[in-house]
């Protein structure tokens, strides 16, 4: 693992960074397309192929089918957080990150997913990951010296647009796992670059400075979720 380690540290090194902002800015592929590229279908599929995102969740998990609701009843921390899902993609101005919490079964990974899904339809470059698959995809690309590498793999998810990091926390906290996520989290926080999470995590569970990064509210919004879980009725 220390190998491996080395090789993220050099990918990401300690090279200068902006200092957060509380602006979003995109800086993936889009700003180099002419006016009038992110509306044409080829460029949006384009966009959708690089998502990573489950094709039968392109009409299942949407802003317009979350309900924020349970037993007939308005939920005013699930439409609290509806809204700022909302407004989130509704303009590009704003903070650029969205720090989605709470216990399993609120509609985390749906809201995440729905942005995913907005930001992609508008011609955004997005990359959505569940976290224990991402680190399992780093790990295999490690173990497989053939095909891309990890410092393509992480090339990607330093230059998209939006990156989506779905149930982190699920993951089995290693002494590599913990690093990677730090690395990548960091990388895009001393940017800030936008990012997306859902997490059942409370702060203390977590590494402290990823902590510190994910509940810094200079950067984003954090919106905790508190409802029973939609699983059970």
């Known amino acids: 693992m220390g190998k491996l380690e080395d090789e993220m540290g050099k990918l990401f090194g300690s090279g200068q960074a902006s ?18 590229w992110k509306t044409r279908p080829e460029w949006v599929q384009r966009c959708v192929a690089l998502s990573r995102l489950p094709s039968e969740t392109r009409r299942a998990m949407r802003l317009t089918t979350f309900s924020p609701t349970r037993n007939g009843r308005v ?28 216990p399993r079964g609120v509609g985390k990974s749906h809201l995440a997913i729905a942005v ?8 955004h470059w997005a990359i959505y990951y569940q976290v224990e698959d991402l680190l399992r995809e780093l790990q295999e690309i490690y173990d497989r010296p053939e095909g891309m590498t990890i410092r393509e793999r992480m090339a990607q998810m330093e230059m998209c647009d939006v990156l989506i990091l779905d149930d982190l926390g699920a993951h ?26 859902a997490t059942n995590a409370e ?23 508190k409802a029973p879980s939609y699983r059970r009725g």
Do not use: C, F
């Open 203 to 225: 702060e203390k569970n977590l590494a402290p400075r990823l902590a510190d990064r994910l509940w810094d509210v200079h950067l984003g919004q954090q919106v905790l979720m």
């Open 75 to 102: 939920v005013p921390s699930l439409q609290t957080a509806l809204r700022v899902a909302q407004e989130y993609v509704r303009a590009d101005t704003g903070p650029p990150w969205l720090i989605l919490n709470g």
């Open 116 to 123: 995913a899904w907005e930001l992609v339809e508008q011609g």
């Open 172 to 197: 089995k906290p290693t002494d590599w796992a913990e690093a990677t996520l730090d690395l990548l989290v960091d990388y895009r926080y001393l940017r800030g670059l936008p990012l997306v999470v």
């Open 19 to 36: 200092p957060p902002t509380s602006s979003r800015t995109y800086r993936g592929p889009l700003t180099a397309l002419p006016e009038g």
